[in-house]
Nanobody, 121 residues
């Protein structure tokens, strides 16, 4: 199984984008899920996470502009990004904590391949 991300692209400042992430196949369960981002030469940083019971956490830099949501029935998370700024440009990575593919399968952490978001005029 791997995480499938979609929704990245090139937009102008002030525009909106929605990222989505879901497992490539049916899974048994997953704990927290979230989004991180990384620009060349810098460490990967947390953008937003959401627990299984829908408790969100957002980085201070995106509060008021980004919203994270989750549909447990599809094990899918979304990142609604509004009022995008050039400093939001990065590769955005989906993360899944303690994902199990079967009742007997050991929980493992997964990362997506990343999707590029570029904000430029």
């Amino acid at each position: 199984v791997h995480l499938v991300e979609s929704g990245g692209g090139l937009v102008q400042p002030g525009a909106s984008l929605t990222l989505s992430c879901q497992p490539s196949e049916h899974i048994f369960m997953v704990n927290d899920m979230g989004w991180y981002r990384q620009v060349p030469g810098k460490q990967r940083e947390l953008v937003a996470t959401i627990t299984f019971d829908m408790s969100p956490k957002l980085a201070d830099s995106v509060k008021g502009r980004f919203t994270i949501s989750r549909v447990n029935a599809k094990n899918t998370i979304y990142l609604q990004m509004n009022d995008l700024k050039p400093e939001d440009s990065a590769v955005y990575y989906c993360y899944a904590d303690s994902l199990s593919t079967s009742p007997r399968g050991p929980p493992e952490d997964y990362w997506g391949q990343g999707t590029q978001v570029t904000v430029s005029s």
